[in-house]
Every structure is written in C-alpha cells, then in structure tokens.
C-alpha cells in the first residue's frame, strides 16, 4: 500500500485516508462510560494525535504500539494543536508497506560522523585509554552498528536515528576545545572517554527498530551502570589479548573512567549513583548537560507551530522561547508551501 498523505502536510478539515505507524496507545472511559482510544500516530515526517471514539471494542489489543494502521478520518483543530478523529482504523501486514515511510528519517551523515569519532580516537596518547577506545569502537561490529543508529533518547534530547553519535561527536569536540583552553590542569583522553562512553549503555538501554522505547535491561539497570559494565567488559577482554596494552590496566585509570559515566547525570537524584569528584568528570556532565539541553530547545523551536516570536509553552523547561528569524523564516516558509 503506497503512502501518500504525510502527518506534516494534514491540515484542519482534512479528510485522512492512509496508513501510520502507532507510537503510542491507551484506552480510556468518557464520562458518559464509553471507552475511547487515545493514539499517536507517526510517519517519517512527524506525529499527531488522534483519538478513536466508535468500536472501540473491537480495536482493543489489536491496534497497539508499533502496528501499521490504515485510518480513515478526519483532521480538526483542538485546544490549538491538530488532532485526527479516526473513524475507520484497520491494521496491515508489515509486508503491505514501505516501513521507512514510517520512521523518522535522520538528516545525519552516520558514516561521516563514526568516522570524526575514529579520528579523535587516533589523536589519543595515553596507550591504555586510546587502546580501550579502540576495543570498544574498532574491534566490535555490534557496537559500531548500534552506535551509528540509535537515538540519544525516547524523547527530549537527539530524539532521532543516529542522534547519539551526533551528540557524543559534539560533545567531543567541546571537550576538545576546553582542554586546550585549560591546557594541563584537564586530562583529555580521560575527558573524550568521558565523552565517548558516558552514554554508550543507551545503545542497549533503548530498542530502536520501530519505536523507540526503554529495553528490560534499560529499565532495570540503566545506561549509567550499563555503561561501566562495557568498560569491565572490554578492560578484561584487552587484557587477556598479549600485546594490546603495555601491562594491566592500572586501576586508577579503570576507576576514573568509571566514575566519569556515574557522575555524568551530576546529581543524585538525577541518577548519577556519585556526584563528579574530579575536574573531568565535572567537565563531562556539565558538556553533556550544555548539548543535550541546546538540541532539545532547537528541536522545540524547529517543531513549533505558533504564530509569531514566541514558542508555545516548553514543559519540560517550563518557559516560552523566543524564536530567532531563521526559525520564523522556516515557518514561513512551510505555511507558503501548504496553502500553494
Ligand atoms: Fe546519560
Ligand atoms: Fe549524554
């Protein structure tokens, strides 16, 4: 079934008529104790809610999280924000359609940036720390698969296909800057294991062939020790293989590349299990904080749909933004493209 209408493109009064993929779904009872569905449908251009009001029944443990739906409906404005009200939905076979019509597609070169990494790798010096980046990014296929497709997040931050390469490249690059800014007093193949590894257990914490969602190891054990987990891992592995490294791994080294992945979150109650206790690992959360945090308010501004200079409501950071003229020169844009 070919897809031919797109969630960005639906507008008030549209009449829907097209398969989606659902990310999200849950069933709830109105006040006149009718079950209604509530749903987000996606395709590779975005997301829109849609609520399912007649049948609700029959729908019930078949149109679920990550089915291919084909819906037929209509678009309508509520509370300012599009909304689809489905009225027929019917689920599809995968072999019946083109699945990357439906994930989000990722304007980032993955190759490109696996390789940017690769070369700050090869500018390491300290032999044991460049050798466990190496173990960890040239030796193992798996991981250099997952780690040029996986997301950074389900939500919020590089919430996209490749999105946490994209951030641990740029993450890098800042530590680099500073270490030549702060010169000796930072170690720097310390701090880009920090950047490299700080996040390196989401490649299993999230499953991310459909949509994305928190795996059972992520849910019950969590980036952060995951993480160290690898580095234990690979440390063992290095040093079982004669002549990767000049002796054992000493274990000041092991620990403070360890300590960087726990304190990364900064805070206790953020989850981080330490708070940073060396001046790298202070460093790595607060670059980590700083990139995650300037993606998610780009991401924010880019997606916004309000007229004028001001964001709607950012619940997460509770504020409005003030968009900047290539933000209201890209709406614009889109606006003159779906009236013509
Ligand atoms: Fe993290
Ligand atoms: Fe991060």
């Known amino acids: 079934m070919k897809k031919s209408q797109f969630v960005k493109d639906l507008k008030e009064k549209d009449l829907v008529s097209s398969p989606f993929l659902v990310k999200f779904c849950a069933t709830a009872v109105g006040k006149n104790g009718k079950p209604y569905m509530n749903l987000i449908l996606m395709d590779k251009s975005g997301e829109v809610e849609t609520r399912v009001w007649e049948d609700v029944a029959s729908y019930m443990g078949q149109v679920v999280r990550d089915a291919i739906v084909h819906v ?31 994930l989000p597609e990722s304007h980032l070169d993955a190759d490109g940036l696996y390789q940017q990494l690769l070369d700050f790798v090869a500018t390491m010096k300290d032999p ?42 740029s993450i890098t690059g800042m530590l680099d800057g500073l270490s030549r800014h702060y010169g000796e007093i930072l170690d720097r193949d310390l701090l880009f294991l920090g950047g490299f590894f700080h996040d390196i257990g989401k490649i299993w914490e999230l499953a991310y062939d459909r949509v994305t969602d928190y795996t059972d190891e992520g849910k019950l054990i969590g980036h952060l020790v995951m993480g160290v987990e690898l580095i234990d891992r690979k440390i063992r592995e290095l040093e079982s293989q004669p002549g990767r490294i000049p002796g054992a791994f000493p274990t000041d080294k092991k ?25 790298e690992a202070l460093v790595v959360h607060m670059i980590d904080d700083l990139d995650s945090k300037v993606n998610a308010i780009t991401k924010f501004i880019e997606q916004d749909q309000t007229p004028g200079r001001w964001t709607a409501l950012n619940r997460n950071f509770e504020r409005f933004f003030y968009k900047p003229d290539w933000a209201l020169e890209k709406l614009l844009k889109a606006q003159t493209k779906s009236e013509s």
């Open 255 to 279: 620990l403070l590349v360890k300590h960087l992945v726990l304190a990364h979150h900064g805070k206790l109650e953020y989850g981080s299990p330490k708070e940073p206790q060396c001046v």
């Open 128 to 169: 044991f720390y460049r050798a466990l980046a190496e173990a960890v990014f040239k030796d193992d296929a798996e991981i250099t698969d997952r780690v040029k497709r996986a997301p950074a997040a389900k939500s919020i931050h590089h919430a996209y296909k490749t999105g946490l390469l994209e951030h641990v490249v």
């Open 72 to 102: 037929e409906g209509r678009c309508q404005s509520y509370q300012g924000r599009r909304q689809v009200v489905a009225e027929r939905l019917q689920v599809l076979r995968e072999d019946e359609v083109e699945i990357k019509d439906y």
